[in-house]
């Protein structure tokens, strides 16, 4: 085979092992599976040691990563359990703004419901460049427009997300789709395949030339130029057919007969069934002249490769194949059986009855390239050490800081954005996108699910070992001031190259802060996503992202009627911040605005003490003691009061006596704190409740008026009104597009 061929598909060391395992040179179909297999989006060849460290189990954890979805106990008395992962759809999304973003809502939602679980929730984790670049505009409408497009249609609600804006996604944008569902314990499916002689049948839409060599594009760097020669890499999803999939694999699974149930996703064909076998411990025969196609003159290649939407795998009981076809038929979805499982630890293709391949699944699987990479410290780590803020000169208007800090596009509401997609279909959305977190009733049963996504790639950046704990422990404060106790995570790991020894080192840290976060808050990862290689090769040199590690945290409210929220509910109520200020503002949106870089050694965190505070702001919230609760994240303790006050239009009069600058005071995003406020009767009762606990907590003001103003030491350095703050807020995303 010629070298260029070879090459096209695997690094020439990676084509030598895989000569070596099979005993002879693969053919173009096996070398193209190969390539599927052994991506680095497929094998986690990079990440696979790392990935180890991770927390996994918990009582109540149904299923730890390793499945379409991860899954948690939601309510043990009635079975109740949710399933639910993140992924990424970043280089598509770029490409391919629409379809790309559209089809990784299209493909997490399949994730989700090949568990056999009904979706209730979307959400979507969104980073772009910055908004004076007009491709950037272009891009972020186009992703929004697909999401909403896509979950619009197919009647599942997107109830929240976050969305970041910094040059380091100039030319690489993340898109991470997440998706959530409601499944019974007793009714849960697996994607593990067994039975000798169980027929293997092919459901969805059929087989087109989209999406080929979609899983090697997402595990290699690319550079604009290439765009165009790209997009058939990108899929086309159609959410109308997507809504009947989930509709007639829910019913199938009420029929008796399937044994496994894969989605056709990164790979296709490929995945699905090398998957399925190897969980099996069995062999897989597909007859690929029966696959449907939608395109004439597919080759056996090009159907293993596809990646068109909309499809699954299902292997079911011989003899009870003809029931689980007419279920897909009578939703008007091809179905058809294109196979067999077989005994023989195999992968074996035949094309109008002549053998076109043949590989050992083991290969493919347990023997796909495992890297140690090697990785060191970057030096702007070391240079950043020296950075000392006190030598930043104190602006004289904080009114003027707030303002541009509220309508900047990272802090600012992203109510342009939420308000395309439809958060209240179903019914079961109570909080809605904006708060901390969003939150779920779930039907038959008083308990109610919260969901937070959370990364701030800045600080891990900055600081990769504490911006990943911070990552996990934001997501899961979120999740606890609305009331519930964070359960588990899922996490997509966004990185560039891990042949990049700095890369590396950043992931490895990160990594290890994530693990140590998630053992001691006790919220175990049992689902998720590496994506590498998010860079882009530019003329002088190459434009890597920050570390993006986002964390979309799951949680659990005992009574869903106790649910909490981040507005200020009465005049007169006392405003008390939980929590230390420090005035750190390395690696804050304040930083930004002032020096236009990121400097410094970021945030850090205690985590015993934010369990600590996460449990006890629970406990506070079902005590009922509290009438709101909102964390202290970008922008600081100023930018919090305000977003506070906009729900009901409140104002407060807030007194800070902390001995540190007022910007940095008021600016700074040091972490573990959280604002909340109560009815004057309690506050006594509040503040010895935490006291307590060990937390620190203080009266610093009162719910009052129609302006916010904040003193410090007793001088008056913010006053604006609340509409005034509003209207920044509300439209500082808008004027940007």
Known sequence: ??????????????????????????????????????????????????????????????????????????????????????ESHNHPSFIEPFNGAATGVGGILRDVFTMGARPIAC?????????????????????????????????????????????????????????????KKDKIFYAQAAGVGNPVIYVGSKTGRDGIHGATMASEEFSSEEEVEKKVNVQVGDPFIEKLLIEACLEAMETEGIIAIQDMGAAGLTSSSVEMASRGNVGVKLDLDKVPTREEGMTPYEIMLSESQERMLVVCEKGKEENIIKVFKKWGLDACIIG??????????????????????????????????????????????????????QPEDLNEITLKLLSSPTIASKRWIYEQYDHMVQINTVVYPGSDASVLRVKESRKGIAISSDCNSRYCYLNPYEGGKIAVAEAARNVACSGATPRAITDCLNFASPEDPEIMWQFVKCTDGMADACKILETPVVSGNVSFYNETALENGKRAIFPTPTVVCVGVLENVEKRMTKDFKDEGDVIILLGENTGNISGSEYQKLIEGEFKGTGQTIDLKFEKTLQNSIVEAIQKELIKSAHDISEGGIAVALFESSFGRNLGFEVNLNDNIRSDFLLFGEEQSRIIISVSPEKEEEVLEFFKERTIPAKRIGVVKGNRGIISHNGKEVINISVEEAKQYYETGLEKNL
């Open 1 to 86: 085979m010629k070298k260029e061929i070879i090459e096209k598909h695997l690094p020439l060391n990676e084509y030598k092992k895989a000569v070596e395992l099979l005993g002879r040179e693969p053919n173009l179909v096996e070398l193209g599976i190969f390539s599927a297999m052994w991506s680095e989006h497929c094998s986690y060849k990079s990440s696979r040691v790392h990935l180890s460290k991770f927390p996994t189990k918990a009582p109540w954890v149904v299923q730890g990563p390793g499945e379409n979805a991860g899954i948690i106990m939601v309510d043990e008395e009635k079975g109740i359990c949710a399933a639910f992962k993140v």
């Open 340 to 393: 067999e499982i077989i005994e023989e630890p195999v992968i074996r293709l035949f094309w109008h009855n002549e053998k076109v391949a043949e590989l050992p699944v083991n290969i493919l699987t347990d023997e796909a390239p495992v890297y140690y990479r090697p990785f060191k410290v970057p030096q702007y780590i070391i240079e950043n050490r020296s950075y000392n803020q006190e030598i930043l000169p």
């Open 123 to 183: 959400m979507d984790s969104l980073r772009f460049g910055e908004l004076s670049d007009p491709k950037m505009k272009y891009v972020m409408k186009g992703v929004v427009s697909g999401i909403s497009h896509y979950g619009n249609c197919v009647g599942v609600p997107t109830v929240g997300g976050e969305v970041y804006f910094d040059s380091c996604y100039q030319t690489n944008p993340l898109v991470n789709a997440f998706a959530l569902g409601i499944v």
